[in-house]
């Protein structure tokens, strides 16, 4: 043990020479970060909303319109598998919680149904995700299973934190927090937007892009309702001065093809337009459908909103084109950021928003500083009232934990909140139990009649698993606060992570390695513990 490995030395000092330059960024002012040479690290700790104020919004998905869409695709797919059995039917649609269709021969039901079998079960893991009911009349019904359901919510929410990142931090710099809260909530966190109104501007709408045939029909019969069958009225977008369109009910072609969406002006007109481009199969795609629907009107609908509805003059087979519709040059920047984040799988609902001020979060950060301080010097005393001079070694150690914690949240870019602070607090506490666990090891030793170097030795080998066990429980207690925590909870569990693996990186090899050289240049005859 008294000969410390050379690989060692070396080891503590590269880490301890970058975690103080990781670290520094930190104690320095703004103007003064910016000015560093571009070699050196420049990035400070995140501050977390209630440390540094902001914005949060809970968001919930739309379980109801989410639930309807799915089971139109079951009508489709019902459709689809009858067909192929050459099953003749009618009346499909969804009523209610139920995708609806009807055999027009009753007699036929046995074959449906043996037809209907392959849709019920789950690509993956072949349980039911549907139930179907048949009825003497020839009437099919088929309902979502409640598991199903729970788990479509699940992935919904998930997808939805994808697009909802895209559409507020496009170029991925900013420090906004987005998780998941149970099965159907989102919850979005975003420091330093003091206005919850611009971040739900940022976040917007569904924003899903279609393409739909228009359908002639006679004003008075669409007000009056009386519409051909699988067409839908939908109303203008709200900044465009288009009327009222009936519209085929399914599109032709959606956004999903779109590769590029960016804000640009009329080169005739000097209006501001947004510009797409299409990918490879999506041009294919729009130029048959523009060349077989050549003189015919198509509606380009945004969440079911006429955005615009021209007239097809000739095929469209350059895989771009622009959109008009009164924009501004702020909505339509906006439009495009949308556009290009995709689409969400549902409409989100906002049922809680909040405000955290910035003048709270630097209470807080000056109130839990001073905790840290006040908790950092007791340890300190304690160590030294009760191991003198390995006690000091123990505090040098400690401090090398400390900036080796500011390094890696830096380096990383983890935010620190209120209870990240409490977990460093924590930290500050726990660091000196190896030490502890160690230096009682060489008592015991000493005790027994064993030198101060063979004492030594064996409290630094002996004292190992015992530390290995009792961090690696703390490891796996804070992974599971990560894992089902949210917001706050994360934050505790992400520092106590950080902590535990430098303190016992600095309480084994920094304090070895300074027991190490003491012994060496004191020779003592007997412990100094």
């Given amino acids: 043990m008294l000969q410390v490995a050379r690989w060692r030395l070396i080891l503590v000092a590269v880490v301890t020479v970058l975690g103080i330059l990781f670290a520094l960024p930190n104690f320095l002012p703004e103007r003064t970060r910016e000015s560093l040479p571009g070699f050196l690290p420049s990035q400070g700790i995140n501050l977390g909303l209630d440390l540094r104020g902001g914005s949060q919004l809970l968001l919930e998905i739309d379980v109801a319109t989410l639930q309807r869409q799915q089971l139109d695709n079951v009508a489709d797919q019902m459709a689809s598998s009858l067909r192929e059995a050459e099953i003749r039917y009618t009346g499909r649609g969804v009523v209610g919680d139920a995708a609806r269709i009807r055999l027009i021969d009753p007699t036929q039901m046995e074959a449906a ?11 993956t893991g072949g349980n039911a995700i549907y139930t179907f009911t048949e009825s003497a009349e020839g009437l099919i019904e088929a309902r979502i299973t409640p598991v199903h359901l729970r788990e479509l919510s699940r992935q919904a929410a998930q997808q939805s934190i994808e697009v909802i990142r895209r559409r507020i931090d496009p170029n991925g710099t ?7 809260q149970g099965d159907d909530r989102v919850v979005v966190q975003a420091p330093g937007v003091t206005d919850p109104e611009e971040l739900k501007e940022r976040i917007g709408e569904t924003a899903l892009m279609t393409f739909h045939m228009v359908r002639d029909v006679d004003p008075a019969d669409a007000a009056a309702g009386r519409l051909p069958p699988g067409a839908m009225i939908v109303q203008p977008y709200p900044q465009s001065d288009n009327a009222p369109e009936v519209v085929e009910r399914r599109p032709r072609f959606t956004g999903e093809r779109l590769v590029r969406a960016n804000p640009s002006t009329d080169s005739q007109t ?16 729009f ?4 060349r077989e629907n050549t003189g015919n009107r198509f509606a380009i609908l945004l969440d079911n909103q006429v955005l615009t509805a021209p007239r ?12 008009s519709g009164n924009f501004t040059a702020d909505s339509a920047n906006n439009l495009a950021i949308m556009v290009r984040a995709g689409a969400l799988p549902a409409p989100l609902s906002v049922i809680d928003e909040r405000t955290v001020d910035a003048s709270l979060g630097q209470q807080a950060i000056e ?3 001073l905790a840290a301080g006040v908790a950092a010097l007791i340890t300190f005393v304690f160590m030294v009232l009760a191991y003198g001079l390995f006690g000091v070694f123990a505090c040098i150690a400690l401090m090398v934990n400390l900036v080796l914690i500011l390094a890696a949240m830096s380096m990383i870019g ?3 909140t209120l209870p990240g602070i409490a977990g460093l607090i924590l930290t500050i506490a726990m660091a000196v139990d190896a030490n502890v666990l160690i230096y009682e090891r060489m008592r015991e030793e000493a005790a027994a009649g064993r030198g101060p170097a063979l004492a030594i030795d064996a409290g630094f080998s002996r004292a190992m698993i015992t530390i290995i066990d009792a961090n ?8 599971i606060l990560f894992q089902f925590g949210a917001g706050p909870v994360r934050g505790f569990a992400w520092t106590l992570s950080i902590g535990v693996i430098t303190s016992v990186f600095t309480a084994v090899m920094v304090t070895q390695i300074l027991i190490a050289w003491w012994f060496r240049a004191a020779r003592p005859k007997q412990m100094p513990i």
């Avoid at 900013?174 to 998941?180: F, N, P, Q, T, W």
């Avoid at 003059?313 to 771009?320: A, D």
């Avoid at 690696?472 to 992974?479: P, V």
């Fill in 472 to 479: 690696l429980t703390t490891i796996l207690a804070a992974m």
């Fill in 113 to 123: 149904t043996r037809a209907l079998r392959t849709i019920a079960l789950s690509p």
């Fill in 270 to 285: 000097g209006e501001f337009v947004l510009s797409f481009q299409l990918d490879s199969e999506g041009t294919r795609i």
């Fill in 287 to 290: 130029c048959r459908i523009t």
């Fill in 367 to 369: 109130s839990g500083g």
């Fill in 414 to 416: 983890a935010a620190l």
């Fill in 312 to 323: 097809i003059n000739e095929p469209i087979c350059g895989g771009s084109g622009q959109i």
């Fill in 174 to 180: 900013s420090e906004v927090s987005i998780v998941r």
